[in-house]
C-alpha cells in the first residue's frame, strides 16, 4: 500500500543549529516529493522539490536528499530560525499516474529554541 | 492580492445542516484541489479539478459535492453534515495536473 511517513512527530533544536526531518515511502514507483512548512492557522508553504532522477537538491538554507534504495527523503535546513518553527510535511507523487494526487506524511513538528 | 483564498475561514455548524466550502485562485491555473486535514495534521486529497472537469475522486462519502463554475474557483458543498466531519478543509490549485500546489489558508470546520 501507499505509506508515507515521518521517523519523529517533534524535533527540537537550539537556534542557529541544523534540523533534519526524516521521511520514509513506500511506493517505489513515487517519482515527485515535495517538502511543505505549515505554520499554526495557515496552509501549508511549499519549500523545496525533487524528482527521482535526483538525489539532492538545494535551496535557500534548505537541502533535501532522497535515497531511493532505502525510500528515504529528508530535509536539512541550516542556521535553524525562529521562524523555522512549524510542522514539516513531505508529500509523493507517484508512479505512471499524471493526475496531481499528493500523498502526504504525518508530520513532524519543528520546535526552534531560542 | 491573495494567490488561494477560501471563504469562511471558520464554520461551525450544527449535525444534519448543508453547507458550502468556497475557494478562489487568481493564479489562471487549471487545477484545483480540496484536502481534509484531521485533528492529527493528516492531510490527504479528496477532489482535484482540470479546467473544470473532475480529475480525482478519493474516497470520499457522496455528501460531499465539488463543484467547479469555472477555472478559477472549486467549491465545496457538504451535505447532512456529521460530527466526523470536522476537521480544516484546505483548498490548493496547481499549473496543471504536475505542478507545484499552492494551498490556500484553510476553513475550520465544526459540526456540533
Known amino acids: 500500500g501507499e505509506n508515507v511517513g515521518l521517523h519523529l512527530p517533534t524535533l527540537s533544536v537550539q537556534e542557529g543549529d541544523n534540523s533534519i526531518i526524516n521521511c520514509a515511502y513506500s511506493?517505489?514507483?513515487?517519482?515527485?516529493f515535495i517538502w511543505y512548512k505549515q505554520e499554526s492557522g495557515k496552509g501549508p508553504q511549499f519549500i523545496i522539490d525533487?524528482?527521482?532522477?535526483?538525489d539532492k537538491r538545494q535551496g535557500q538554507r534548505v537541502t533535501v536528499l532522497l535515497n531511493k534504495t532505502v525510500k528515504h527523503l529528508s530535509l536539512q535546513i541550516a542556521a535553524t530560525q525562529p521562524g523555522d518553527s512549524a510542522v514539516y510535511f513531505c508529500?509523493?507523487?507517484?508512479?505512471?499516474?499524471?493526475?496531481?494526487?499528493?500523498?502526504f506524511g504525518q508530520g513532524t513538528t519543528l520546535q526552534v529554541k531560542p | 492580492d491573495t494567490a488561494v483564498s477560501q471563504t469562511p475561514k471558520y464554520l461551525v455548524t450544527q449535525m444534519g445542516n448543508d453547507k458550502s466550502i468556497k475557494c478562489e485562485q487568481n493564479?489562471?491555473?487549471?487545477?484545483m484541489y480540496w484536502y481534509k486535514q484531521d485533528s492529527k495534521k493528516f492531510l490527504k486529497i479528496m477532489f482535484s479539478?482540470?479546467?473544470?472537469?473532475?480529475?480525482i475522486n478519493e474516497t470520499v462519502p457522496n455528501r460531499f459535492s465539488p463543484k467547479s463554475p469555472d477555472k478559477a474557483h472549486l467549491n465545496l458543498h457538504i451535505n447532512s453534515l456529521e460530527l466526523g466531519d470536522s476537521a480544516v478543509y484546505f483548498c490548493?490549485?496547481?499549473?496543471?495536473?504536475?505542478?507545484?500546489?499552492?494551498f490556500g489558508p484553510g476553513t475550520r470546520l465544526t459540526v456540533t
Open positions: 508529500a509523493e507523487k507517484g508512479g505512471s499516474s499524471n493526475t496531481g494526487k499528493l500523498i
Open positions: 511506493n517505489s514507483a513515487s517519482d515527485y
Open positions: 525533487i524528482r527521482s532522477n535526483m
Open positions: 479539478y482540470n479546467n473544470k472537469e473532475l480529475i
Open positions: 490548493a490549485s496547481s499549473q496543471d495536473e504536475r505542478g507545484k500546489q499552492y
Open positions: 493564479l489562471g491555473h487549471d487545477t
